[in-house]
């Protein structure tokens, strides 16, 4: 089983020559090894609603993925059907629950709606949104030299009394690194994230 494992990092290390330095793509890990933290923010684009906000409470629901998709670490593609994450870093929280905290911060950024929430404030609220992430990964260009951060959200908004659809749309957005290295990366998706929720922001507001 040993051998079988190095085997494995040997095989993985020579497919990935063209990543290097703090960019370089690894499965494996030291759970020992303390991780860079990095975090997405709303973006500071949004515009606020004019007038009162909607007497409405939206509530965000936990948003589902894939397996790969649930957990803290960056993923980044070295191919379409290969799933890696870039070594000794980490977002702040699971990819769900970022999503989850994005969408939130976004909406309230709007002023649109009484209220925005994880949980009801009563037994439930006017509107639950629903979101599924498809997308939420860097693919490796096929030169091995840099990376491209997409980002897709499928989103529902539900109206809780009738458990009625009202709004559907899917949000996607594609942003370039200039390189493979960590940083640059991670500028690239800050840039597919702001665009997805300025849009998802401005949707909002329109629907409710």
């Excluded at 948003?63 to 890696?84: E, K, W, Y």
């Excluded at 709606?113 to 439930?124: A, F, I, K, N, Q």
């Amino acid at each position: 089983m040993k051998m079988l494992t190095l085997l494995r990092k040997a095989i993985a290390l020579a497919a990935l020559t063209a990543l290097s330095g703090c960019a370089a793509i690894s499965a494996v890990s030291d759970a020992a090894t303390p991780l860079d933290v990095y975090e997405l923010r709303a973006p500071d684009t949004i515009t606020a609603t004019r007038g009162a906000p909607a007497p409405s409470d939206v509530i965000i629901e936990l948003p589902t993925t894939s397996g790969a998709l649930s957990t803290d670490r960056i993923m980044i593609r070295p191919n379409a059907l290969q799933a890696q994450y870039l070594p000794d870093v980490r977002w702040s929280d699971p990819t769900p629950v970022m999503v989850q905290t994005l969408m939130l911060r976004s909406i309230e950024a709007t002023g649109a709606v009484r209220y925005v929430g994880r949980e009801p404030l009563g037994v439930s609220g006017d509107y639950a949104i629903v979101t599924e992430v498809i997308d939420f990964q860097a693919q490796v260009t096929p030169d091995g030299e840099s990376a491209v951060a997409n980002i897709t959200l499928l989103v529902r908004m539900v109206r809780e009394r009738d458990a009625r659809i009202v709004a559907s749309r899917r949000f996607t957005a594609s942003m370039p690194a200039t390189s493979t290295e960590t940083n640059a990366v991670i500028d690239a998706f800050s840039g597919a994230s702001d665009q997805v929720f300025a849009e998802f922001a401005a949707w909002v507001q329109s629907a409710i």
